[in-house]
């Protein structure tokens, strides 16, 4: 599908599981629930479902954490240790990101939608807590979350502390715009502040710091979201799904080589 980007893929930085236990199938556009929603033409590829899915889609970018004195593949295996066992996500929380090194790597895949923007869709519930396993949680309008149809891409770094991304890591981000774009004839286009400042999780963030936020606004003008209607628009019927919490830490693999 990314024929013109060499992307490092998941197996190659050591991604560990995705949770597929079924508690995160709101997350998961590939669930009969979900395929009623999009209404994929029958005996669809997947890749042709993707396209489906993020077709008229967003991108929001993101930039992680600082990582000095580490490898991009070292960050890469911490951010997703922090996701899954910290956080309790089902799997790194971006589709790409971006290391220092220019190279792009492999986060979640993309028939899983992103848990880098929206509201928690269990926010009422504390799912790391032992206590509220196997609770349920029902009605959950997932096509109002701004992770809905849109494509998380993280730049490794803290471009709040440092001013300037390296040239190289900027260089390979347009290249993955570029082509996602080319894909999935995207539409809208923002950092992650844009749409934090504007949604009802609590606190503000100034992520992905000033440089690739005025980056994306001078870059992509044409596309840039101001109003956040597009999606939400298209979204002409709320897709109700549970989520259930299940102990989850346990069942992680353990890395020896993370920080
Ligand atoms: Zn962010």
């Avoid at 033409?41 to 042709?48: D, H, I, L």
């Avoid at 910290?86 to 986060?107: C, M, P, S, T, V």
């Avoid at 928690?120 to 949680?137: E, I, M, Q």
Wanted: aromatic residues 12%; glycine residues 6%.
């Amino acid at each position: 599908m990314f024929n013109h980007l060499n992307i490092v893929k998941r197996a190659q930085w050591g991604a560990g599981l995705i949770k597929d236990d079924g508690s995160y199938d709101c997350y998961n556009y590939l669930t009969s629930e979900m395929e009623q929603y999009f209404n994929f033409p029958a005996s669809s590829t997947e890749e042709e479902k993707l396209i489906n899915i993020y077709q008229g889609g967003r991108i929001i970018v993101h930039h992680a954490d600082a990582y000095n004195n580490v490898s991009d593949e070292d960050a890469m295996r911490s951010i997703y240790h922090f996701h899954t066992r910290d956080r309790q996500w089902l799997d790194i929380a971006y589709h790409f990101l971006i290391g220092k090194n220019g190279k792009i790597y492999q986060g979640r895949p993309l028939y899983l939608m992103g848990g880098h923007a929206g509201a928690p869709l269990h926010s009422s519930v504390d799912c790391a807590n032992p206590v509220n396993d196997g609770k349920t949680y029902h009605d959950v309008n997932v096509s109002q979350d701004f992770d809905f149809r849109s494509i998380g891409i993280s730049l490794i770094g803290d471009y709040d502390e440092e001013i300037q991304p390296p040239a190289i890591q900027m260089t390979a981000l347009r290249d993955l715009i570029d082509e996602l774009s080319k894909i999935f004839n995207i539409q809208f286009i923002n950092g992650h502040r844009f749409y934090k400042n504007r949604s009802e999780v609590a606190g503000a963030t100034t992520c992905p710091g000033d440089y690739a936020f005025d980056f994306l606004h001078n870059e992509y003008s044409s596309i840039i979201d101001t109003q956040d209607t597009g999606l939400n628009q298209l979204a002409s019927h709320p897709i109700r799904c549970s989520i259930t919490c299940v102990e989850y830490s346990k069942r992680l693999p353990t890395f020896s080589s993370t920080p």
